[in-house]
T-cell receptor, first 112, second 114 residues
Framework: GQQVMQIPQYQHVQEGEDFTTYCNSS?????IQWYKQRPGGHPVFLIQ?????EVKKQKRLTFQFGEAKKNSSLHITATQTTDVGTYFC????????????FGQGTRLTINP | NAGVMQNPRHLVRRRGQEARLRCSPM?????VYWYRQLPEEGLKFMVY????????ESGMPKERFSAEFPKEGPSILRIQQVVRGDSAAYFC????????????FGEGSWLTVV
């Protein structure tokens, strides 16, 4: 069954509002990665988090990895229309496996 | 440095035909992953391969689907006797090594079964 849960499934915001998506794993992760997929496009790597409690920023995007390495979040400040797309988290090292297990994704739409 | 190359980008097959999807990993990458994405859904892991070896095929359907990554040439995902439910985007990704490494996706192959 699904081992990486991501919420919400959909989020619609007004341009300029903030946005957050949350990712939870049933087991401890060795790392977590975030990807963005534009409509009709392919997943593009954004960032990888490895350390417990790690926080990384990319301009308006802030990524966090929980202390227990079971959850993560992506926060976008002051959304812009270019942020539209689906954001996926992907957990690595679940039960020792080498593959990445993806969450269901959060689809972000923005009202300009 | 060329990215992950997939072809064909779009493929139309009639029910019962075979579909072959190819993936050339990024230069220097020896690990290949295949994911399937149904419309409006997430990425579902299918198979993970290294050169000449299948490492994890836990996401592959038991029948009609097979994958290989030969010593020379691209990785191939083969779907025999396609059915309408096989219509999806198939993404290949590669990494320089396995666990803990970032994977980079190709632009995908969109399979439509009519």
């Amino acid at each position: 069954g699904q081992q990486v849960m991501q919420i919400p499934q959909y989020q619609h915001v007004q341009e300029g509002e903030d946005f957050t998506t949350y990712c939870n794993s049933s087991t401890t992760l060795s790392n977590i990665q975030w990807y963005k997929q534009r409509p009709g496009g392919h997943p593009v790597f954004l960032i990888q988090l490895v350390k417990s409690g790690e926080v990384k920023k990319q301009k308006r995007l802030t990524f966090q990895f929980g202390e227990a390495k079971k959850n993560s979040s992506l926060h976008i400040t002051a959304t812009q229309t270019t942020d539209v797309g689906t954001y996926f988290c992907a957990g690595g090292g679940i039960q020792g496996a080498q593959k990445l297990v993806f969450g269901q994704g959060t689809r972000l739409t923005i009202n300009p | 440095n060329a990215g992950v190359m997939q072809n064909p980008r779009h493929l139309v097959r009639r029910r019962g035909q075979e579909a072959r999807l190819r993936c050339s990993p990024m230069k220097g990458h020896s690990h290949v992953y295949w994911y399937r994405q149904l419309p409006e859904e997430g990425l579902k892991f299918m198979v993970y391969l290294q050169k000449e070896n299948i490492i994890d095929e836990s996401g592959m359907p038991k029948e009609r689907f097979s994958a290989e990554f030969p010593k020379e040439g691209p990785s191939i995902l083969r779907i025999q006797q396609v059915v309408r439910g096989d219509s999806a985007a198939y993404f290949c990704a590669s990494s320089p090594a396995g666990a803990g490494n970032t994977i980079y996706f190709g632009e995908g192959s969109w399979l439509t079964v009519v």
